[in-house]
């Protein structure tokens, strides 16, 4: 049997994880999310969701990824095998998020070639120009091309592929945030923009809507309950302390989602007309007024919209990993193979998204709002009652060479304070 592939570096496993959490996620959804859950409040809940839960839960899947070094499925089956369809869960989320992440970061590749040639600042109204772009054919160009990007990164393997393009997009990615953030604090708006941001109404804050909406954001912009973290840890290489990594990529998250809302929330503020209430339609319907008003706009445009594409590429990469390592693994099919196999399955699946509209809302709904949180909620069961705890608790100490005073609070939070929390993200999306 051949040797394991792992990544080359320490440092190179923190950016390859920080980059499957760091997505459309934090760059997308992050801010319309805080714009629709009272700004200040949704910030400060959201970051005692990571610390609280999100932590926990990743650490718990790096624990299984290290202890194991298999896929979801497998590391599962070889723990308790009662609970491999817990890792099958996992396949199943990343498919569906497939079908119409690609889609979305396709819009991200659009708008960053229309910003440079112009195209996009010649149209009288950004609305009817997002609609009328996807209805057209550059819709699904973008959205293949996207999954094409994907499969190339794949396919190169562990080192060359996955730590490679993450130790050159994430440092990337943070110089051009900072860079838009400091422009964005010169805006007219900026004051109000970064009040709406960091001063929290506490009435909100402790809402039951304002608190289920940040766990769930916690979850989907950190990329657990879904296998990702299960996957790449499993490449880790031996001594990686997981503690400091599970900490490094939350905060590292919780800061690029903070700077995002940085910039678009004083850009925001400074149109006069423009909501932070604006929904999914924020970035893409309407930023393009706010850089309409600026000096360069073709410049901020592009540097934006490139921004966000680097983003979901570091995401999409992961779902495709999920999937090409599952077939690499329970189905002996060479990597190369298990790489084309999922780019044309996720192809398909992307296609029928664009054709009919409803799958795509569909998909969107039961990821996020059933399988990431069922899957999250029984993570941290599995890791609270079923993962043995001597074997946990080697993983988090490095088989006792780091401290690990504060196990046993991990699995407290593990058995019951995410469980219970999670539970009721998932009833309260059920019903409301």
Known sequence: MSKRASFGSKIGAVLVAAGSAIGLGSIWRFPYMTGENGGGAFLLVYLLSVVIVGIPVMLAEFAIGTHTRKSPVKAYNSLAPRWTWLGYNSVIVSLLISGFYYIVAGWSLEYFVSSIDGSLYGATDFHSNFAAFTSSWREPFYTVLFVVLTHAVVAMGVQQGLE???????????????????????????????????????????????????????????????????????????????????????????????????????????????????????????????????????????????????????????????????????????????????????????????????????????????????????????AGWVFDRKVFREEISNHGTLPAKLFPLLVFVLKWVAPILLSVVFVWNLIF
């Open 164 to 382: 490679r393009i993450s130790k050159i997009v994430m440092p990337v990615l943070l110089m051009m945030l900072v860079v838009l953030v400091v422009h964005s604090a010169t805006m007219s708006g900026a004051a109000e923009g970064y009040r709406f941001l960091f001063a929290p109404d506490f009435k909100k804050a402790f809402s039951v809507r304002t608190i289920v909406s940040a766990i769930g954001q916690a979850f989907f912009s950190l990329s657990i309950g879904l296998g990702c973290m299960i996957a790449y840890s499993s490449y880790f290489k031996e001594g990686t302390n997981l503690t400091r990594t599970s900490i490094s990529v939350s905060l590292m998250t919780f800061l690029v989602a903070m700077l995002s809302g940085m910039v678009i929330f004083p850009a925001v503020f400074s149109v006069e007309g423009l909501e932070p209430t604006a929904g999914p339609t924020l970035l893409f319907e309407t930023l393009p007024f706010i850089f309409a008003e600026m000096p360069a706009p073709q410049l901020w445009s592009a540097i934006f919209f490139l921004l966000v594409a680097l983003a979901a590429l570091t995401s999409t990469i992961s779902f495709h990993e999920v999937l090409t390592q599952y077939l690499q693994e329970n189905h002996n099919v060479p990597r190369k193979h298990a790489a084309r196999i999922t780019t044309l399955a996720t192809i398909l699946l992307s296609v029928v998204c664009l054709k009919w509209e409803w799958f795509f809302g569909a998909f969107d709904t039961i990821t996020a709002d059933v399988l990431m949180p069922v899957g999250g909620l029984l993570t941290a069961v599995f």
